[in-house]
């Protein structure tokens, strides 16, 4: 068995590196590969030890992850609060509307904005944010239709979704095994459908939080203060702290 975080993240990208997707997805990006760098270095300075709560996403938004290699990883934050700062390759198949610029790129994802956001607000320091929680993503590819248009793996035939899955759910278990939380909170219904489904009988205990996506009108309504009131029903102890947007 694997026994760290990044040798299991090598192991799920060689394993996926079998998987095909049809039509309509016409583009895969891959950033446990051509952001290896960067993944690796979130991994290691960030990720070692055991964890009393995981966060886990689903996969990787067009402005996040697939331009830094960090799950919800919003360039700015990555950049200057988690100080991160390595090698961003091109993905084998780019699509000339999501281009991969590393930290060099001028978009800002929303959803990695209100997370991260919301632990600089109420944690001020990684050390503190990260002695409570750590950040995953389920998934770890990004699929893009010929248009540029995002497209979630919830929505994948059965049997492309299925073979998806079973690589993700064993990565997903093997971490957990490492980080040994209490508790993962899936960060919207599909996170929190296959921690639950991966991760049965391992005694974790699972929860969800509201998703911090634009496309969700209730998002768009105080994500934050939504998020902190859902964690503390859920029993997560956290600082007082002004919320934001």
């Known amino acids: ?18 998987q095909e997707f049809p039509a309509p997805v016409s583009h895969v990006y891959n950033p446990l590969v051509y952001a290896r760098e960067m ?15 995981v966060l886990l996403g689903m996969n990787p938004g067009p402005w996040g992850m697939v331009q830094t290699g960090v799950p919800f990883g919003e360039v700015g934050i990555v950049r200057n609060w988690l100080k991160l700062d ?13 281009p991969v610029r590393g930290l060099d790129s001028p978009r800002s994802e929303v959803s990695g904005a209100r997370l991260w956001g919301w632990a600089k607000e109420t944690y001020k ?42 690589v993700c759910d064993r990565a997903l278990f093997e971490m957990i095994e490492l980080l040994r ?12 459908k296959r921690a639950t489904i991966a991760l049965d009988g391992s005694g974790v205990s699972i929860a969800r939080i509201l998703h911090p996506s634009p496309a969700s009108p209730a998002a768009n309504r105080g994500w934050s203060r939504q998020a902190i009131a859902q964690l503390r029903e859920i029993g997560v102890d956290l600082p007082k702290a002004r919320t934001i947007a």
């Not at 068995?1 to 590196?17: G, P, Q, V, W, Y």
């Not at 390595?86 to 999501?98: F, L």
């Not at 909170?185 to 996170?191: P, Y």
């Open 86 to 98: 390595g090698t961003v390759n091109k993905p084998s198949n780019e699509h000339a509307k999501v």
């Open 125 to 166: 320091t990684p050390k503190r944010f990260f002695k409570q929680f750590f950040v995953i993503n389920y998934c770890p590819l990004a699929f893009l239709i010929e248009s540029g248009r995002n497209f979630t793996p919830d929505k994948l035939p059965a049997e492309t979704r299925k073979r998806l899955e079973d």
């Open 1 to 18: 068995m694997a026994s760290t975080l990044i040798e299991i993240s090598d192991n799920l990208a060689r394993r996926l590196k079998q």
């Open 181 to 192: 939380p209490r508790l993962v909170i899936g960060v919207g219904a599909f996170a929190e």
């Open 39 to 53: 993944h690796a270095q979130y991994l290691e300075r960030y990720g070692s030890g055991t964890r009393e709560i």
